[in-house]
């Protein structure tokens, strides 16, 4: 059979792989709008979804940078760490470059036999495209095409009133395996490895404070701890919202990846829930096929049965973790600097913490 996936995007060609591993044949479709390939974006993968990626392409490299550990600071106090997650023997999670990695996926579904690349005019191709193929199943992530906009409009949403601006801080030579995350009165701000001469920032800016390029540069400086920069590249910046979806299809019509949920940067989990998502829909499709039973519909209405109280869970979680914060600094940290002593000491509140960062909620 043929499965429809909508969007030119690292979700689907991720997702297109699997299924052509499963021998599946696999159409992506793409309209004139496709997804930007941000310059300056990078991707926090953890361990577990990292070495996933790496088994649906053997031969695929993705090139990214193992972080060890991973620092939390409040505003306050910048010399003291709040809390640290590491583990010796292994990586916390591995960064990269969305450009990067979002290449090497294409150019690998772009040679696969079983995956066809067709551009279509969304406008005025789409309904009679799709008669005639008649579909059984179709996949979309792609926020501009009609179906999204027609079908996939209940949600949970919430505006963050916040801007994130991300750059790459280029500094001097330095072992470069630890991340650093910085609840500031402004913003979360994270300092991300990506190599031992280049560092990413993420600096999620409440709209309430009005600022340029330049004062943004200074800020990053002002917080900086580790690094002896030389230069910070241009910023780019999108809106913060945080949304989930009360349907996740319509039909046999499945909604994935970024129009599915989407949560606060500050957890580096976006892309994480995605690659979760996919796993788990892929473990569907193999039940199916061992059990010879068609992929229909049915297979999304398991997919939403088995994931959407999940998803909204973590959702939930990353959400409440921005609100703590945010309190926080309007208390002078006197939350976090009590809390997060005590817990800083619990190895078992380290460890399931780093657990679920690693592999998500399973319930």
Known sequence: ???????????????????????????????????????????????ENYNYLLKINKQMKIPAWPVKSIKIYSDKNNSKELLEFKNKKKENFFLVKYIDIFN???????????????????????????????????INS???????????????????????YTGIVIHERK????????????????????????????????????????????????YNLNYKIKKINELEKFNLKFFMSRNYL????LFFGDILHKIHPLAGQGFNMTIRDIKILSSLIDEKIELGLDLDESLFYDFQKKTKHLNYIFGIGVDFIHEFFKIDNKTNNLLSNSIFNILGKNKFFKKYA???ADKGINI
Not at 3 to 24: R, S, W, Y
Not at 177 to 200: N, V, Y
């Open 175 to 222: 072992v470069n395996k630890e991340a650093i995350q910085i609840f500031t009165k402004f913003g979360p701000l994270a300092f991300l490895p990506l190599s031992q001469t280049k560092t990413s920032v993420v600096f999620s800016i409440l709209n309430d404070f009005k600022m340029n390029e330049p004062q943004i540069f200074d800020l990053i400086k002002k």
């Open 142 to 164: 792609d926020k501009n095409s009609k179906f999204n906009k027609k079908y996939n409009n209940k949600k949970i949403e919430k505006n963050y009133n916040s801007v994130a």
């Open 104 to 138: 090497s996926f294409e150019k690998f579904c772009k040679k696969n036999k079983k995956i066809k690349l067709k551009k279509l005019n969304y406008q005025s191709q789409t309904k009679q495209f799709f008669l005639e193929r008649n579909y059984k199943l179709i």
């Open 354 to 356: 780093t657990l679920i």
């Open 1 to 47: 059979m043929r499965i429809c996936l909508i969007g030119k995007n690292l979700t689907n060609f991720v997702l297109a792989m699997n299924l052509a591993n499963k021998n599946l044949n696999v159409d992506i479709i793409f309209g004139s709008n496709t997804e930007k390939k941000f310059s300056q974006r990078t991707l926090g993968i953890s361990k």
């Open 250 to 253: 319509y039909n046999n019509i």
